[in-house]
């Protein structure tokens, strides 16, 4: 199958052959099913990238065509499927989440009203919160929380080089954005309105001297908006960045740990 993507992403006339359409629809049914992922942890921790079924996912909207989709009285009108039998599937979906067909949703996850894109991957146990979303292709662990209203990017518009990675056990505080193919690591702790682009400062502060890092949050931190100053043409200004400011304790429970967290650094919760 690989092959046959890599070819017509290269020549685009390949998608008018039905072998490659057929192929194209096979790796969606896959993704949906869970056989198949855009990006998959290895056993060193460690993340591979699969490029070719993202490129799989992109080249799926061309071949498809649009249709009109009635659920009792609402009407919509796209190109792709919604994802059913959640019943068969062991997911609670409340009115009126919505997952696109393509998308893994693993049992136990709990989605309020809420959306899920096409390439996605959510592990058991998640909790999609009100009004949050799921990028197309983001990878998001097992019991994860994403808050209300929370933004994970995808990467389709614009096509990013890797989707945004969300690693078991980790809290994303409401309205939190992450996008770009940033990584949270295990456990992570986001309070409320962090935003994470690829080249947003994240500064640890728990040393004597503050520690830059971009597109990555270690295991386990604890991490707030924070801001620092930019010289401009203009004038000085202050610019948004994320501070870790502490750790989880492996022993601790993920809420106590956030607000004992956040307290300690006079943070309001």
């Not at 945004?164 to 770009?180: P, T």
């Not at 409320?192 to 004597?208: M, P, R």
């Given at each position: 199958m690989r092959s046959i993507i890599e070819a017509a992403w290269e020549n685009r006339e390949l998608l008018k052959e039905s072998k490659t359409v057929q192929t194209i629809e096979q790796v969606i049914e896959d993704i949906d099913k869970g056989k198949l992922r855009v990006a998959e942890p290895l056993t060193d921790g460690t993340w591979k990238v699969n490029e070719w079924v993202k490129k799989a996912v992109v080249m799926y909207f061309p071949i498809r065509k649009m249709e009109t989709i009635e659920v009792g009285p609402f009407e919509f009108h796209d190109k792709m499927k919604l994802?059913?039998?959640?019943?068969?599937?062991?997911?609670?979906?409340?009115?009126?989440?919505?997952?696109?067909?393509?998308?893994?949703?693993?049992?136990?996850?709990?989605?309020?009203?809420?959306?899920?894109?096409?390439?996605?991957?959510?592990?058991?146990?998640?909790?999609?919160?009100?009004?949050?979303?799921?990028?197309?292709?983001?990878?998001?662990?097992?019991?994860?929380?994403?808050?209300?209203?929370?933004?994970?990017?995808?990467?389709?518009?614009?096509?990013?080089?890797?989707?945004?990675?969300?690693?078991?056990?980790?809290?994303?505080?409401?309205?939190?954005?992450?996008?770009?193919?940033?990584?949270?690591?295990?456990?992570?702790?986001?309070?409320?309105?962090?935003?994470?682009?690829?080249?947003?400062?994240?500064?640890?502060?728990?040393?004597?001297?503050?520690?830059?890092i971009k597109g990555y949050v270690p295991e386990r931190s604890v991490v707030i908006p924070g801001s620092y100053t930019k010289a401009f043409p203009a004038g000085d200004f202050q610019v948004p960045c994320a501070l870790i400011i502490g750790k989880r304790k492996a022993s601790t429970d993920l809420k106590t740990s956030l607000n004992d967290a956040l307290r300690e650094n006079d943070v309001a919760v």
């Open positions: 994802k059913t039998n959640y019943k068969e599937l062991g997911v609670r979906v409340v009115p009126h989440a919505v997952a696109r067909y393509g998308a893994f949703v693993a049992p136990g996850v709990i989605m309020m009203p809420s959306y899920i894109n096409i390439g996605a991957y959510v592990g058991s146990g998640t909790m999609v919160d009100t009004w949050a979303t799921v990028g197309s292709c983001a990878q998001i662990g097992e019991n994860v929380h994403l808050s209300g209203g929370v933004g994970i990017g995808g990467v389709l518009e614009p096509l990013q080089a890797a989707p945004v990675i969300i690693e078991d056990g980790a809290f994303i505080g409401s309205r939190c954005i992450v996008v770009e193919g940033v990584h949270i690591g295990k456990e992570a702790v986001l309070g409320a309105n962090v935003v994470l682009t690829k080249s947003t400062k994240i500064i640890d502060t728990t040393g004597n001297e503050p520690k830059e």
